[in-house]
Structure formats: structure tokens, C-alpha cells
């Protein structure tokens, strides 16, 4: 059975930090990317990091870059997610999905259509 599961999620003051994990089991896990979305109240699901599996490139959406990093621990089968300096505006609901790496049109994709298994979510909420 191919399983996400997200884990870390919570409350926390805007500044704060969160690691989020992605533990993944019942497919090959170095035959997928794993990508991070979040999708904030009343608004669509957006990607907002990646990595390949293939080659360890990663990919940051520009409203997170320089507070996210994504990193994969191979051993355990689990991308993390953490992020810094949290904003009122990080508040949102964030997902794992796995997709095969041969299908991405590029290594890094974070087009949820290119993603085959999606993990439940994890609700992260920043207070102000």
C-alpha cells in the first residue's frame, strides 16, 4: 500500500520555525520527486518545493526562498520541509506528493498533474 505521511505541522509565532516530514513507503522512492504544497483557506493548492530524487536538485517557489529548505534522508524514506522565519501567511494546510520521476517534464516539476500520491496534509498555522 503506497503511503504518504505528513508529519510536523502546528502552531507557532510568526518567526518561528517548523521542519515538516514526508515519510513515504510502499513504492520505489528513488523512482519518484517529491514535492511540498500547501493550500491556504480560500485559496488554490500551491507547490512550494521540490527535489529530485534522481540527481538531489531542488526547487523553491520565490515567495519561500531563502526560508525554506528541502532535504531528503534516503535511509529512512523521508523529505523534510523546514522553514524559518514563518509568516501569518505560511498558515496553510501543506502536503507531500510523490511523482515519477519519468513523467515530470522537468526533474524539479511542481505541476500537481505530473503527481501521482498525495499524503493527507499537515496544518500549519502562524499567529501574528
Known amino acids: 500500500e503506497v503511503q504518504l505521511v505528513e508529519s510536523g505541522g502546528g502552531l507557532v509565532q510568526a518567526g518561528g520555525s517548523l521542519r515538516l516530514s514526508c515519510a513515504a513507503s510502499g513504492f520505489t522512492f528513488d523512482d519518484y520527486a517529491i514535492g511540498w504544497f500547501r493550500q491556504a483557506p480560500g485559496k488554490e493548492r500551491e507547490g512550494v518545493s521540490s527535489i529530485s530524487r534522481s540527481d538531489g536538485s531542488t526547487y523553491y517557489r520565490d515567495s519561500v526562498k531563502g526560508r525554506v529548505t528541502i532535504s531528503s534522508d534516503n535511509a529512512k524514506n523521508t523529505v523534510y520541509l523546514e522553514v524559518n522565519s514563518l509568516k501569518p501567511e505560511d498558515t496553510a494546510v501543506y502536503y507531500c506528493?510523490?511523482?515519477?520521476?519519468?513523467?515530470?517534464?522537468?526533474?524539479?516539476?511542481?505541476?500537481?498533474?505530473?503527481?501521482?500520491?498525495w499524503g493527507q496534509g499537515t496544518q500549519v498555522t502562524v499567529s501574528s
Open positions: 506528493a510523490a511523482g515519477p520521476a519519468d513523467d515530470l517534464h522537468t526533474p524539479t516539476s511542481l505541476d500537481e498533474k505530473e503527481y501521482t500520491y
